[in-house]
């Protein structure tokens, strides 16, 4: 991940006065910064990142491991985990880079300058002007920059030049942590780089290697007119841009103000009858404020200011979307007992902190025949806010043949995966646990009795055994393992569902012991 900042030259930002911290001095300099995750930090082995390219998986990222192993991003797939054997390999999320991008540039422009912007696929510009005075400087404040992304995984490289394309140049190609460059020394400082920092197209950098252009010094003394010639005149507008010879604009971010309503009180009040009939007036209005904006509340957050100046906060959430009056007076009034007015609450406010779009629905024929599937989404909300949102969920399938991996949870309205066909236990052990005094017949019958939990078990009947292999690619110790699992009786009607470690002919397979992983019924 690469940051990079912009620099102007003297003028009154409107901005100037609101505290944002970021990047711009009021001597000129402006920072850029280039930052990678920290890979070797995470795993242990050279990590790469790949994204299907036709009929090949081509790298897009590597790890510093990787890099030093002489994997490039461009590389095949294929010729990497030829070069490294023990190399991991994992997919690329463009979607999820560019939304860290998105939420980053975002924090930016809410917390350092008015005017930041994502760069590609993997920059930030800011425009940094006369931000960075607010916290110490340039050095400082890209110091601080520093340990903000350390904290979020990443290391970085910030350079503070007078124009973008310098700042983008000496951020991706530069050598130095953090480059602070002097106004006007631009053309010098980027001369030695090589001609892809002035982010050419592949067209242009093909024709750059044919006529023996390597460095951007080399385009300095070419005349314009067949500099466009041989290059296109993309290039000889990114020189220009990079010289400050022309001006190269950026399309700031513009954060969205979160839907707030307000009600002051001409007297504190403090019964609930009170409290719920303002709650239930910010509600009305705030339901009108999401309607204009085509929003729904996903989270909705009550702040109470009381007499003594100690605000009480209350939130509520929602599990889809929803601008609901009545449901969200609901969700109020179930958690309304957790409200302290003290000596009495003189100003209320509604603040949706996350909001998601939403239009119009169709509310079906106003015939009562018509079929319509009810919205599970309030009941599940208001059996949220009594349980707690950790308390509902629904258990969906995975694509694991181990049966412990071949569940996960879910959200409540989210849509299950198919179960499998063969039978599986009601209840599953989070974790086998391992049985005693089990005596069986090998290799494929099931225990007549065993012991579990300090109880013992007499076997009346079994069925099995339904053989489970190791999933090899995810662990070496599971190359060879293997599972016989049962379905067993015991005296009094309890089933079980156990397994045996190994096949009972190879010792690699496992130990045979045995262990219960499940209850039917």
Sequence with gaps: MREMGRRSEHAEHPFKAVKYNIARSDDGHSSALATMPTWATWWGTPTVLVARTGQKDVITAACPQALELGLRPGMAGAHARALVADLEVRDAEPEADRALLDRLALHAARQWTPSASVSGPDG???????????????????????????RLGFTARIAVAGTAGAANALARFGSEAITLLEVGKEAQAIAELPIAALRLEGDALLAAARFGLERIADLYPMPRGPLARRLGLKTVERLDQARGLIAEPIIPVVPTQAPMVTRRLLEPIGTPESIAQVIGDLVEDLVILLRARGLGARNVLLIAERVDGAAQRLGVGASRATRDGKHLKRMFALRMTQLD????????????????????????????????????????????????????????????????????????????????????????????????????????????????R???????????????????????????????????????????????????????TGDLSWYMHGMFG
């Design 454 to 508: 300090r109880q013992s078990y007499q076997v009346v009947a079994g069925d099995g055994p339904e053989r489970v292999h190791g999933e090899w690619w995810r662990n070496a110790h599971e190359l060879w393992a293997v599972r016989d699992y049962f379905r067993v009786e015991a005296q009094g009607g309890a089933r079980f569902w156990i397994f045996r470690r190994g096949d009972g002919v190879e010792a690699q």
């Design 124 to 150: 930030l510009w800011f425009d940094l002007t006369g931000t960075t005075h607010l916290f110490g400087g340039e050095e400082r404040f890209c110091r601080r920059l520093l340990a903000f992304l350390k």
């Design 341 to 452: 007015p003290g000596l009495g609450i003189e100003a209320m406010h509604l603040v949706v902190p996350m909001a998601e779009p939403l239009g119009a629905q169709a509310a079906g024929a106003l015939l009562e025949t018509s079929a319509k599937v009810r919205d599970l989404a309030p009941l599940v909300d208001q059996l949220a806010t009594r349980a707690g949102a950790s308390a509902l969920f629904r258990i969906s399938s995975e694509e694991s043949d181990v049966p412990e991996r071949a569940m996960r949870r879910v959200s409540p309205l989210d849509c299950v995966q198919g179960w499998p066909g063969w039978k599986r236990p009601a209840r599953l052990l989070k974790r086998p646990e391992q049985l005693s005094n089990v005596v069986a017949l090998l290799p494929d019958h099931p225990p007549r009795r065993f012991t579990w």
